[in-house]
């Protein structure tokens, strides 16, 4: 746990330089629009640990897999989004003196990422061996409105000297991927230069073919008065616009840098060096201050719509705000061919690419907080998928059309390449299943199903049909060879998750064929017919299957098992493993944790939470009191959903607890991890936390269900969300609940059990 960065309700503060945590810091500060984004790099050179890194969305290379026994069936490649040029980067000289931050020379130093505006603000003073004074403002961002561009705005002052200054900002695409598995570069350099004022470096990604266009343009001043444009520096994959001064003492030399960074992904290629062009001819001519004013504008939008207010915890205030920011930065769903990464634009691992985290965990937080449109677009990225899933499938040996989606992709093929996840760890395909029930759930818009979840549901009924088997032994169907979504056990025989998230899919699925057969005729007609589907035999085969599906129990406690044989290991507690042995997976053998008790996130637990309606209240707490116990929570999705299932439970302490781990994760570096970037996915589990877990939201039978707890040390907290055309607003003190209808229309709700309805801009308030 670390516990340097200072807690503000709406920024997070570095007060001096912490170096040794820099890398952290950079995660930290990590900025994005959900198109690019960068780790909060410095801007000149830096004398300690820190990891560069930019990203472009939906730019990525099919990385080699590399394995020490090559397994049949393996992904042949693991797609990663790749580093991308660094823009943020600006060299100074002083006196011809090639500046470096060095941390032993720095005598101020304030950094503050303002999440009300999404932007990353530094000062910094440093003395020079020589014994010379500089202060050093900076401030930067990336458009949430021009989603190309970004901007940086950066300034320094020699304070005891009159001196010669030299400015050079510069674009830098001579970049790597640290996590390259051959040590290759991903990107071909394709030129640099000038082009009418704007200098620029053109890469394309080997492979895929994607080509980017940097470009820039810079502003200098002294004094506020504009000064000459320097003429331009080049070398392979870089350019740079130095700019040499003299500075009096007390003077300030700025510049102002307007970037564009274009692709292929959204561009000609031929257009490329155009557009970059245009959109710098246009931001320069508005400004820095005017894009400013128009990037700070669409997040007051969206804080208007998601903040959550927290009074009388200032900690946990100041993360769930950065767990909503960070999220927003890294997507707003404009567009079906891009997801989510669990690190988002913050770091090289995981590579950028898509998890069952997106349909487990994030899709209930755009559901409730963003246009219906967002979470359609993350659900019609599986569905363009699906081609893919069924090849995946019959890769493995799965037949007639039943899919296995991946673990993790970019483009909808395999890239994990450890046969105990990539081959077992198959509860992926129910997440995706239930993602599409959460969906037509929430929004009530049963015409997705129609047009593109049934198709998913049925590939996905087919593929747990076959990867069942009948038990001669049990009398019994049975999952062999898997892995739960703990992944502290591999390839075990009958996950109770994975069995009754199986038996849940086929349900869903015939109750869905169910219903577009009454609701959609046409569509369901084009869906049999290009499913192949056999309207009798197959569901037949699922009943049978559903209804001879092997659960292990334990009567004696009355505990579902989390699979076959896992009372035989010596059951001991998390918290009496010694404190120096955590993270266990950074300090434990691999052998010694498959054999212990220890859990790394929800499994039986998170049943209970998807499936939380099928359960009473009992159930619950008997699973919840014998595995949480045992759960070290090493996966950034392990608190929240445990959390949640505590304020079910009524255990609030517990509830606040982890409601403060998950808030907290990154922040404080809970895992020891954040230096490789954040944990984005999980922070839509911190949002759930609170909307779900403390204020009790649920949807049933069409309603929306409030049941809310407030943590003994806050005053009271609000959220909104959207739902079905109305908004509301919840507000929780310690005396009563109050929900504004934010809407024009009426809504009806069930509040701590009480139906109310509440008219627009009515106020309902129970004690
Ligand atoms: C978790 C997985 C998750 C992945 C990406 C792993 O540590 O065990 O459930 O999908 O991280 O977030």
């Not at 120096?580 to 039986?604: G, M, T």
């Not at 009473?616 to 999705?637: A, C, G, M, Q, W």
């Amino acid at each position: 746990m670390k516990n340097y960065l200072e807690k503000e309700e709406w920024c997070v503060v570095e007060n001096g330089l912490h170096a040794e945590y820099n890398k952290i810091s950079e995660s930290i500060s990590s900025l994005g629009n959900g198109r690019l984004g960068c780790r909060g790099n410095f801007e000149e050179k830096f004398n300690g640990p820190s990891l560069q890194g930019s990203y472009i969305a939906g730019i990525y290379y099919p990385d080699k897999t590399k394995v020490g026994w090559w397994k049949n069936g393996y992904p042949e490649n693991f797609a990663k989004v790749l580093n991308s040029v660094n823009w943020v980067g600006i060299d100074i000289w002083v006196n011809e003196i090639d500046f470096e931050l060095n941390p032993n020379q720095i005598i101020e130093f304030y950094a503050e990422l303002n999440m009300r505006e999404g932007i990353l603000r530094r000062k910094t003073v440093a003395e020079l061996p020589d014994g010379k004074k500089i202060e050093i403002l900076s401030e930067r961002f990336y458009s949430m409105k021009t989603k190309d561009r970004c901007f940086l705005k950066y300034s320094v002052k020699p304070l005891n000297f009159t001196g010669e200054i030299t400015l050079a900002p510069y674009l830098d695409f001579d970049v790597k991927n640290q996590d390259s598995n051959y040590d290759e570069s991903f990107w071909e350099h394709l030129a640099e230069g000038e082009n009418d004022k704007m200098f620029f470096v053109q890469s394309k990604t080997k492979k895929t073919d994607f080509m980017v266009t940097a470009g820039m343009r810079n502003r200098f001043t002294l004094n506020d008065e504009e000064i000459e444009n320097p003429s331009l520096v080049s070398n392979t994959a870089f350019v740079s616009a130095p700019l040499k001064i003299k500075v009096n003492e007390g003077e300030r030399f700025s510049v102002e840098k307007y970037c564009s960074i274009c692709s292929s992904f959204y561009y000609d290629k031929e257009s490329l060096i155009e557009e970059c062009k245009s959109q710098l001819e246009e931001s320069l001519s508005n400004g820095y201050e005017k894009a400013k004013n128009s990037h700070i504008a669409v997040w007051q939008n969206i804080w208007n719509d998601c903040d959550i207010n927290i009074q009388g915890d200032i900690a946990a205030q100041q993360a769930i705000r950065f767990n909503i920011f960070q999220l927003y930065q890294t997507y707003n769903g404009d567009d079906a061919r891009l997801n989510i990464g669990p690190k988002g634009f913050t770091g090289e691992k995981y590579g950028g690419v898509t998890y069952w985290d997106t349909e487990a965990y994030c899709l209930p937080f755009y559901l409730a907080t963003a246009d219906q449109k967002v979470s359609k677009n993350l659900l019609r990225y599986r569905f363009n998928h699906l081609p893919k899933a069924i090849e995946n499938a019959e890769k493995l040996g799965f037949n007639s059309g039943a899919a296995l989606y991946p673990m993790v992709t970019m483009t909808g093929e395999e890239c994990h390449n450890e046969w105990e996840i990539t081959f077992e760890e198959i509860h992926r395909n129910a997440a995706i299943a239930h993602a599409i029930h959460n969906y037509t759930n929430y929004t009530g818009d049963k015409s997705y199903l129609a047009e593109y979840g049934l198709e998913v549901l049925i590939a996905i009924a087919r593929f747990w049909r076959q990867r069942a088997n009948w038990s001669a032994e049990k009398q019994k169907f049975v999952i062999l060879g898997v892995t739960g979504p703990n992944e502290y056990e591999n390839n075990v025989n009958n996950n109770w998750y994975t069995n009754y998230a199986a038996c849940w899919c086929l349900q869903y699925c015939i109750d869905s064929l169910q219903l577009v057969k009454e609701t959609f005729p046409d569509h369901y007609n084009k869906v049999i017919a290009k499913t192949n589907f056999e309207t009798t035999h197959e569901p037949k085969r699922w009943k049978e299957l559903m209804d001879g599906m092997y659960f292990p129990f334990d009567e004696k406690r009355q505990i579902f098992l989390q699979q076959d044989g896992f009372l035989d290991k010596s059951l001991m507690r998390a918290k009496d493993i010694p404190h120096e042995e955590y993270p266990i997976h950074q300090n434990w053998s691999w052998d010694r944790i498959l054999r212990s008790c220890f859990i790394k996130q929800a499994d039986v637990l998170q049943g209970l939470y998807f499936f939380e309606e099928h359960f009473d209240k009992e159930t619950i707490e008997r699973n919840f009191n014998f595995y949480e116990p045992l759960t070290v929570h090493e996966s950034s999705l392990s608190p929240c959903i445990h959390s949640i299932l505590a304020c079910a439970i009524g255990n609030h302490e517990k509830a606040y607890e982890l409601y403060m781990r998950t808030a907290r994760l990154d922040l404080e570096d809970l895992n020891n991890d954040t230096k490789d970037g954040l944990h984005i996915t999980s922070m839509a589990g911190t949002w759930m936390s609170l909307v779900q877990g403390f204020g009790g939201m649920r949807v049933r039978n069409d309603l929306l269900h409030f049941d809310p707890f407030i943590p003994e040390n806050w005053a009271s907290y609000s959220f909104k969300v959207k739902f079905r055309g109305s908004s509301i607003k919840v507000i929780v003190t310690q005396s009563e609940v109050s929900i504004i209808n934010l809407s024009e229309q009426k809504i009806e709700i069930i509040l701590k059990g009480e139906s109310k309805t509440i008219y627009p801009q009515e106020v309902k308030s129970i004690a």
